[in-house]
T-cell receptor
């Protein structure tokens, strides 16, 4: 089983739609959780950290369920500019690497 | 600049040649990572350095790949006797540390094409 798994995608949604991505991780000792965004032929960039209580940043909402080892990202009112690959990232204790999921590609269509 | 800096941005090399890719992390970041990403694929972990600890080399795909980090700052990834399957973008990243509360930041990558 891979350490971090994501919805395979791609997701093709119309502008204005709400879309949700799911991610599961296998290491119960993981401590930090993130969503990164990667545009075509660009480097990954931090979208948001994910906190235990859940957090929101504008149209983006991230949730963490430690018991189920599950992370989600919800995008409301999708924009064309949201088209990208979304990477789920998990980090463990000191000395542990950041582990990236394979990514879920989103295409927002006009 | 304030971000992770990588060079060269693009490199075309002939099969069998050696290449060196350089990464200058964000100032003050003690952890440095190398990843590889082939076109349309996910990130593949290669190696990571944390302070003065021995590097985690578990992701290096073969003994043709090596990396060093001098003075706890700049890192060089070396690929010997390049093969066509080495063609990819090599991404360097850094963080203030590892574990809870740290965030990883990427450079723009070095695009390697082996012909």
């Amino acid at each position: 089983r891979k350490e971090v798994e994501q919805d395979p995608g791609p997701f093709n949604v119309p502008e204005g739609a709400t879309v949700a991505f799911n991610c599961t991780y296998s290491n119960s000792a993981s401590q930090s959780f993130f969503w990164y965004r990667q545009d075509c032929r660009k480097e990954p960039k931090l979208l948001m950290s994910v906190y235990s209580s859940g957090n929101e940043d504008g149209r983006f909402t991230a949730q963490l369920n430690r018991a189920s080892q599950y992370i989600s990202l919800l995008i409301r009112d999708s924009k064309l500019s949201d088209s990208a690959t979304y990477l789920c990232v998990v980090n463990g204790y000191y000395g542990q690497n950041f582990v990236f999921g394979p990514g879920t590609r989103l295409s927002v269509l006009p | 600049g304030a971000g992770v800096s990588q060079s060269p941005s693009n490199k075309v090399t002939e099969k069998g040649k050696d290449v060196e890719l350089r990464c200058d992390p964000i100032s003050g970041h003690t952890a440095l990572y190398w990843y590889r990403q082939s076109l349309g694929q996910g990130l593949e972990f290669l190696i990571y350095f944390q302070g003065n600890s021995a590097p985690d080399k578990s992701g290096l795909p073969s003994d043709r790949f090596s990396a060093e980090r001098t003075g706890g700052s700049v890192s060089t990834l070396t690929i010997q006797r390049t093969q066509q399957e080495d063609s990819a973008v090599y991404l360097c990243a850094s963080s203030t540390g590892t574990g809870k509360g740290n965030t990883i930041y990427f450079g723009e990558g070095s695009w390697l094409t082996v012909v």
